[in-house]
């Protein structure tokens, strides 16, 4: 029962709806900032690294490797194969060059000379950590490489191509999978 006196409305506080409105807001508030306390504690941020700065002076090796590469003319033709879900290498250099010095290698013919046995490709998500993919290529025959690999997601995938014993590196951007092949020049910048 609503009574008016002199033109006020007397009703409780708690029969209307102005001070539930202000009470909801700080109460709205507060479970808002739970929620994404939960969700950052429960959710690491694969962007940061814990040994940055360890991260930071590989950089330098790296650079020397990539540079490496480049004075080899390393040239790498890579496909994927949906169908068979292989991925196909082709790595071409410098003709007479000694990509892989091993003393023991006199079994190696003539036309393997200095290719190495094994090529390592890592695909770096650019956001995901969590979605980065390493594939071990074996030597198939000649120049060609091959290798598994498992659906991708669709991505701008960050590409690293070296050989097993990590002596030169080749870089480069794959947008996948509206591409299904690509050529890494290590000339190119």
């Not at 890579?78 to 879900?85: L, P, R, V, W």
């Not at 410098?94 to 892989?100: E, F, Q, V």
């Not at 995938?157 to 590196?169: A, F, G, P, Q, T």
């Amino acid at each position: 029962m609503s009574t008016e006196y002199n033109g006020l409305d007397t009703q409780p506080w708690y029969k209307q709806g102005w001070p539930w409105a202000l009470i909801a807001i700080p109460f709205f508030t507060v479970i808002a900032g739970v929620t994404t306390f939960i969700i950052a504690n429960n959710t690491s941020d694969s962007l940061v690294q814990d040994d940055y700065y360890k991260k930071g002076l590989a950089i330098n090796s790296n650079l020397d490797r990539v540079s490496l590469a480049g004075t080899l003319s390393l040239v790498a033709k890579i496909e994927i194969q949906s169908e068979s879900k292989l991925i196909v290498i082709s790595l071409h250099s410098k003709p007479n060059l000694d990509l892989n010095p091993d003393p023991d290698s006199d079994s190696v013919s003539k036309q393997n000379k200095g290719l190495p046995g094994e090529l390592i490709l890592n695909f770096f998500h650019p956001t995901l950590q969590s979605k980065d993919k390493t594939i071990h290529l074996a030597k198939l025959s000649g120049n060609d490489y091959v290798g598994e690999f498992s659906d991708l997601a669709n991505a701008y995938w960050h590409i690293s191509l070296e050989d097993r014993d990590k002596v030169w590196l080749m870089k480069s951007r794959w947008l996948y999978p509206n591409k299904t092949s690509l050529v890494i020049d290590s000339k190119e910048p």
